[in-house]
């Protein structure tokens, strides 16, 4: 089986990176990480990938003059190792048109709320603030407007009513950590628009 070439860019912890790591240990799944890559220095995640044989890079933006330059280092330390497919997970730097379109198909992200709703930061206060009763993720391919792009799947949770922002954001992000495999295994075996899934803790549905 030939395997998609992901590169997973983090900014921090990196808990949906790891989750990538070890859904691509398994011989079956269809994508391998070829290169995790931060652009913070200080990102724990990336003693992770390390530990576990991946490489990793580090292109940081503070050292460049501005947004273009950043960018194409990054875009050419992710060409160095002959990669198919970047996924974004918890990538902190706006991306501007020229790198989404250089990737255009083959960038996704994820994101802590069902997209349209909460584009942004803060995405679980907002929520808690506005009442709602499901929250949860969405994993979708990146366009050049923030947080928008089609959507490859969501999972949702229940918002409970003594919910604080660090208990709904811990039951999210759970989610996060099944649902962004999933994808991610979708888009790499090209079988999106074919199933759902239902799972008895929440409602992840994948196209
Ligand atoms: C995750 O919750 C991810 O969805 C979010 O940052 C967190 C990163 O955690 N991403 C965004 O807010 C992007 N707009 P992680 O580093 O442990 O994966």
């Known amino acids: 089986m030939t395997k998609t070439r992901v590169a997973v860019l983090i900014s921090g912890r990196g808990s949906n990176m790891m989750s990538l790591v070890e859904a691509a240990a398994c011989a079956d799944y269809p994508a391998e990480i070829g290169l995790v890559l931060s652009n913070r220095p200080d990102a724990a995640g990336l003693q992770f990938a390390s530990d576990h044989g991946i490489a990793t890079d ?15 280092a990054l875009d050419s330390a992710i060409r160095k190792h002959d990669i198919d497919l970047v996924c974004l997970a918890g990538f902190m730097r706006l991306l501007t048109p020229w790198f989404v379109d250089r ?12 997209l349209p709703s909460y584009k942004g930061l803060d995405t679980h206060a907002r929520a808690l603030t506005d009442g709602v009763t499901l929250h949860g993720c969405t994993v979708h391919y ?15 949770v229940p918002v409970l009513t003594d919910d604080t922002e660090s208990s709904l954001a811990k039951r999210v992000l759970a989610q996060e950590h099944k649902l962004y495999p999933e994808a991610l295994a979708r888009v790499a075996s090209g079988q999106l628009d074919q199933q759902t899934d239902l799972d008895q803790s929440c409602l992840r549905v994948l196209r």
């Open 142 to 156: 990146v366009r050049a407007e923030m947080d928008a792009g089609p959507i490859i799947g969501q999972a949702a």
């Open 58 to 72: 580090c292109v940081d933006h503070k050292t460049f003059p501005d947004r273009e330059a950043f960018e194409i």
């Open 103 to 114: 990737w255009h198909d083959r960038l996704i992200n994820i994101h802590p709320a069902l």
